[in-house]
């Protein structure tokens, strides 16, 4: 479960920060179970677009999603450089390919600004908010949002 940005700003995180691209995204690294490299799915017919397929986790059938996809931007095109991060959301594990995990660090909910007004109602349901700071711009993704509105986990 993620953490709450309505808070008194003192609560801290930990991080995990990844790369979608030339875009930094993270997420709350309580959520991500393990970090592993690509493998090559099966894919499922009539899947959605940003649906790769699944793969055999130690016995578990684990859903494979392009994030880069499914956040809008040209799908990725898999390769031994990317990573499959495997996060839960409540009962379910889900793997999400991305370019790369680059750190772990911490963050306070004060941290977080809002997501802008300027974005289209889809990003600000995707983007919890956003992190700048250090030359860099971070999204903090919305896992909870991101679960909401994906289809592979209407089960």
Same mark, same amino acid.
């Given at each position: 479960? @993620?953490?709450?940005?309505?808070?008194?700003?003192?609560?801290?995180?930990?991080?995990?920060?990844?790369?979608?691209?030339?875009?930094? #995204?993270?997420?709350?690294?309580?959520?991500?179970?393990?970090?592993?490299?690509? @493998? =090559?799915? @099966?894919?499922? =017919?009539?899947?959605?677009?940003?649906?790769?397929?699944?793969?055999?986790l130690r016995g578990t059938v684990l859903p494979i999603i392009d994030l880069s996809a499914r956040m809008g #931007? =040209?799908?990725?095109?898999?390769? @031994?450089?990317?990573?499959?991060?495997?996060?839960?959301?409540g009962k379910q594990a889900i793997g999400f390919l991305v370019d790369a995990v680059s750190e772990i660090f911490s963050g306070k909910d004060d941290d977080i600004q809002p997501t802008p007004d300027v974005a289209s109602a889809t990003t600000r349901s995707l983007i919890q908010g956003v992190i700048a700071g250090e030359g860099r711009m971070i999204s903090v993704l919305s896992l909870d949002k991101i679960a909401a509105t994906s289809e592979v986990l209407a089960a």
């Open positions: 479960m @993620t953490t709450s940005l309505k808070s008194d700003g003192a609560q801290g995180r930990e991080l995990i920060a990844f790369r979608l691209g030339q875009q930094e #995204f993270c997420l709350d690294v309580m959520n991500v179970r393990e970090i592993r490299g690509w @493998t =090559p799915v @099966t894919q499922l =017919p009539h899947a959605p677009s940003y649906m790769l397929g699944v793969i055999n #931007f =040209p799908p990725a095109e898999p390769s @031994t450089r990317h990573a499959i991060m495997v996060v839960e959301m």
